[in-house]
């Protein structure tokens, strides 16, 4: 009987360590994505604010069924500068994102 305990614990801790070394390269940065990050995403928002030198928007925008997003305010960036010219504080907009790694980088405002 001690033998088999001691055969059960040496079993249990070579497990555990084995599980341990596969996990020591898993973290976030590595793990995917659950949303397409090449989808292109719909949303309804007002402008919070604009920072045309950066070309990013803070938007307050409604949920994002695609994105599986809840209303909240955050910024977005635009690879093309002229998206966020003319926009002003207070504007309601629909906007098109895509996500690129940890941004969400705007194609579209109308």
């Known amino acids: ?8 614990i040496v079993f249990a801790a070579a497990t555990s360590l ?3 070394q596969g996990m020591k390269d898993t ?3 590595n793990m ?3 949303n397409d990050t090449a989808a ?17 928007v803070v938007f307050a925008h409604e949920p994002v069924a695609s994105m599986k997003w809840p209303a909240m305010t ?18 309601k907009v629909n906007f098109e994102f895509t996500q690129r790694g940890k941004d969400y980088v705007l ?4």
Do not use: Y
């Open 1 to 8: 009987m001690e033998r088999f305990a001691i055969a059960v």
């Open 18 to 20: 084995a599980f341990a």
């Open 27 to 29: 973290d976030m940065k």
């Open 32 to 34: 995917p994505m659950k």
């Open 40 to 56: 292109t995403h719909k949303a309804t928002g007002v402008v919070k604010s604009v920072d045309a030198k950066n070309s990013t």
């Open 74 to 91: 955050m910024t977005f960036k635009a690879d093309d500068p002229k998206l966020v010219q003319g926009l002003t504080t207070g504007q």
């Open 107 to 110: 194609t579209s405002i109308k």
